[in-house]
C-alpha cells in the first residue's frame, strides 16, 4: 500500500466514526517538560487533564475548537530514546504516527456510536481490530493488555473486550498480559496523562498501541484519577507500511527504499543509519533548529555528525547529500510542505559538516598523541570537541584495540563524568532557567555557558516586545499561538489571516529596535489570575498559569508598560541589554497560523 493511501485509510475510517482530523502539529512542542514531540497525543495533553474544552477552546491549528470529543491525527514525531537501537528493522528517530484520540466524558463507548461523545476501551479495541483486520487485511499474530504491577490492577475489561473479539470473529490469537514496562504507558515528559495500554502484534512486530489515560502522573510520581479518562492511540506508520508490504524492516517502505537506494552497498546498518539520521535532521532543520551543543541543537549536531562521518567512512563524495536530501525532500513535500527548503537544508548541513572535519582532526589528533583512552579523558574530548563517546570509541580503533571490557569501563566512567557535570549544570543554570529547559535530561549535554542563558534570556525579553509591536502593526488580532526560543534564535507563532507584507515586518522590527533603544526597566507583579486579567496582560495559554501569575511588564510602570504579559521570566533588567533586534522570517505555520523567526545581536 502506498503512504497517501494508508493516510487516506486512516483518515477515512476514523471521520467515519466522528473523529475530527487535526492536523499534526510542530516537533518543538510548546511544553517546557520534553524537548520534541515524541507522540501523537502531545498535543492533546490538555485536553486530557481538562485543561483545554474540545468544545470551546480553539485549537490554534484549527483556529476553532475541535468539536468533537474524537480527533485523529498522523503526527510526526522525534524520539532520541532508541537512538541506539536504530539500524536494526523497526526503530527510527524521526517517524510519524497514526492516532486516535478521545477525550471523555464518555459516550456510549460501543463500537457502533457514531457520535461526537468519548468512549474508551470498548470502542477503541473493537476499532483497533477492524482497521488492522478488516481495513488492512492484517493478521493479527497476538495483542497484549496491562497484567497488572504494583498496586495497579489487571486490565480485565481490554481482556473482556479482546476476549469478545476472538469469539466473534472466529479469531485465536493470544492475548498476552504484561507489567508496567510493556503495558502501561505514560506520561509524555515529567508529568501528564498515562495508563495501561493494549497493543496489537503482526508478524510480531508491535504496530499498534491504544492507551487508556486513567491517571495523570505527577511530578513527584504519583498517580491521581483523571476525572474523564481517554484514549490515546498511537500506531507506528512505517512499521505498518512493512508489514502491509510483508516485510517487518521498515526500510523496505516507500518512504525509506528510496533513500537507502541512493547509497551504494555497503554495511546495511550503516545505511540505515544515514538515511535515519538525515531524515531526522532534515525535519529538523525546517523546525529552525541549528545545530549547536545545547538542547535541541545538540540532537540536531548528534544526528548530523553520525550521518556526516558515515558517510566520510564510505569516502562518499559530496554529491550525495545533494542527492539524499532531495529524495527525502521528495518522498514528504506534499505531506509536510515546510520540508521543502532544499537549499536552506543542504547549506547548514554544509556548514556542520566543515565545523565537524575540523574538530574532528582536533580531537583525532589528541586520541593519537596519548595512544590511551579512559572515560575521563573521553569526557575531555567530548567537552571539548563536541566529540560523542560512541564516535571517540569508534575513532580510536585506528589508533589501538579496545577490548569489550575496556569499553564497558570506559563507558561507565564517561557517564558517572557526565552526571557529575550534570548536577554541576543543574544547579546552575536550570534552576535559574526553569520553564527554558536549557539542559538535555537524555544524558545528550553540554551545560549551557553563562552568556549562551545571557543570550536565551534577551531573545526573551524581545520576544515580548515582538508580540506587542506585531499588535501594533497588525491589530489585536494577533496572538502567540507558541514560542520556542535557543541560542541562536527566537520563534514565534501568532494568529494571523495572511502574509505579512514586507513594510510590516521591517515597522514591526523598527519598533521593536525603537523601545530597546529607550532603554525601559522590564519588571514582574505578582497577583492573582483574575487581577492580572484584568491588568489586561496577554497570556498564551491561561490555564498554565493556575493561581498566582507573574505580570511582566516593560516600562516605568505596570499602567504604562509597553508590554505585559503573565510571564514565568527570566527577563533583562532594562531593554537596552538586548541589543540589536533583527526578523529573520516570516512564514506560515498552519491555516491562520504566522511563524517568525528573529535574532538579537
Ligand atoms: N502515546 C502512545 C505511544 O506513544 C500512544 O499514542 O505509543
Known amino acids: 500500500m502506498a503512504p497517501g493511501q494508508l493516510r487516506k485509510n486512516f483518515f477515512d475510517f476514523f471521520e467515519k466514526r466522528e473523529h475530527q482530523i487535526v492536523p499534526f502539529s510542530s516537533l518543538i512542542p510548546d511544553d517546557p517538560s520534553v524537548l520534541f514531540t515524541t507522540a501523537g497525543m502531545q498535543q492533546f495533553k490538555l485536553y486530557y487533564l481538562g485543561l483545554a474544552d ?19 491525527s498522523i503526527q510526526k514525531c522525534l524520539r532520541t530514546s532508541d537512538i541506539d537501537e536504530v ?18 466524558p464518555r459516550g456510549k463507548d460501543e463500537p457502533d456510536d457514531f457520535g461526537v461523545g468519548g468512549y474508551f476501551k470498548k470502542a477503541s479495541i473493537y476499532w483497533g481490530y477492524e482497521f488492522i483486520k478488516e481495513v488492512l487485511g492484517l493478521k493479527i499474530d497476538y495483542v497484549s493488555i496491562f497484567g497488572g ?105 516507500d518512504v525509506f527504499k528510496p533513500i537507502l537506494d541512493i547509497l551504494p552497498d555497503f554495511n546495511l546498518r550503516d545505511r540505515r543509519i544515514i538515511a535515519d539520521h538525515l531524515k531526522a535532521s532534515v525535519f529538523l532543520i525546517a523546525e529552525g533548529i541549528l545545530p549547536s551543543n545545547l538542547e535541541r541543537g545538540y540532537v540536531l549536531r548528534r544526528l548530523l555528525r553520525r550521518a556526516i562521518l558515515k558517510i566520510k567512512r564510505f569516502d562518499l563524495d559530496d554529491e550525495i547529500y545533494h542527492q539524499l536530501i532531495s529524495r527525502i525532500i521528495e518522498i514528504y513535500k506534499d505531506v509536510y510542505p515546510e520540508i521543502n527548503h532544499q537549499e536552506v537544508i543542504l547549506n547548514v548541513i554544509n556548514e556542520e559538516k566543515i565545523k565537524f572535519f575540523s574538530t574532528l582532526n582536533k580531537g583525532l589528533k589528541q586520541i593519537e598523541k596519548l595512544k590511551t583512552i579512559n572515560g575521563k579523558l573521553a569526557f575531555d574530548i567530548f567537552q571539548s570537541f563536541g566529540f560523542p563517546l560512541e564516535l571517540i570509541i569508534e575513532e580510536t580503533k585506528n589508533y589501538f584495540s579496545l577490548t569489550d571490557e575496556q569499553k564497558k569501563k570506559i563507558t561507565e566512567e564517561f557517564e558517572e563524568e557526565l552526571k557529575k557535570h550534570k548536577e554541576i549544570s543543574r544547579a546552575g543554570a536550570e534552576k535559574k532557567f526553569g520553564g527554558h529547559g536549557l539542559i538535555l535530561n537524555t544524558g545528550e549535554i553540554k551545560a549551557a555557558s553563562q552568556e549562551e542563558i545571557q543570550k536565551v534570556i534577551r531573545l526573551h525579553t524581545a520576544t515580548h516586545l515582538l508580540q506587542q509591536a506585531l499588535r501594533d502593526v497588525l491589530g489585536n488580532e494577533v496572538e502567540q499561538r507558541g514560542s520556542d526560543i535557543t541560542v541562536e534564535r527566537t520563534r514565534f507563532d501568532f494568529s494571523f489571516s495572511r502574509k505579512m507584507t514586507v513594510e510590516e515586518i521591517k515597522k514591526a522590527e523598527d519598533i521593536v529596535n525603537q523601545k530597546i533603544k529607550e532603554d525601559l526597566p522590564i519588571n514582574f507583579q505578582e497577583m492573582s489570575e483574575s487581577e492580572a486579567e484584568k491588568t489586561g496582560a496577554l497570556y498564551f495559554f491561561k490555564a498554565k498559569y493556575p493561581g498566582i501569575v507573574k505580570v511582566y511588564y516593560i516600562g516605568s510602570s505596570l499602567a504604562s508598560a509597553y508590554s505585559k504579559e503573565f510571564c514565568a521570566g527570566p527577563h533583562v533588567k532594562h531593554t537596552g541589554e538586548i541589543g540589536k533586534f533583527k526578523i529573520l522570517k516570516e512564514e506560515a505555520v498552519a491555516l491562520g497560523i504566522r511563524r517568525i523567526r528573529a535574532k538579537v545581536e
Open 149 to 253: 504491577e504494583d498496586n495497579l490492577l489487571t486490565d480485565e475489561e481490554s481482556e473482556k473486550f479482546w476476549q469478545e473479539i476472538k469469539k466473534k470473529k472466529g479469531e485465536n490469537f493470544e492475548i498476552k498480559k504484561f507489567g508496567k514496562k510493556d503495558n502501561f504507558w505514560g506520561p509524555a515528559g515529567e508529568s501528564g496523562p498515562c495508563g495501561p495500554n493494549t497493543e496489537i502484534y503482526v508478524k510480531g512486530v508491535e504496530i499498534w498501541n491504544a492507551v487508556f489515560n486513567q491517571y495523570e502522573q505527577k511530578k513527584d510520581g504519583s498517580l491521581v484519577l483523571l476525572k474523564n479518562p481517554g484514549v490515546d492511540m498511537g500506531a507506528g506508520f512505517e512499521r505498518i507500511l512493512a508489514v502491509l508490504k510483508g516485510t517487518t524492516d521498515v526500510y523496505q517502505t
Open 87 to 104: 539500524g536494526d528493522e523497526t526503530h527510527l528517530t524521526f517517524f510519524e504516527m497514526l492516532g486516535h484520540f478521545s477525550f471523555g
Open 54 to 72: 474540545a468544545f470551546k477552546t480553539v485549537h490554534p491549528a484549527l483556529g476553532r475548537a475541535i468539536g468533537s470529543q474524537r480527533a485523529t
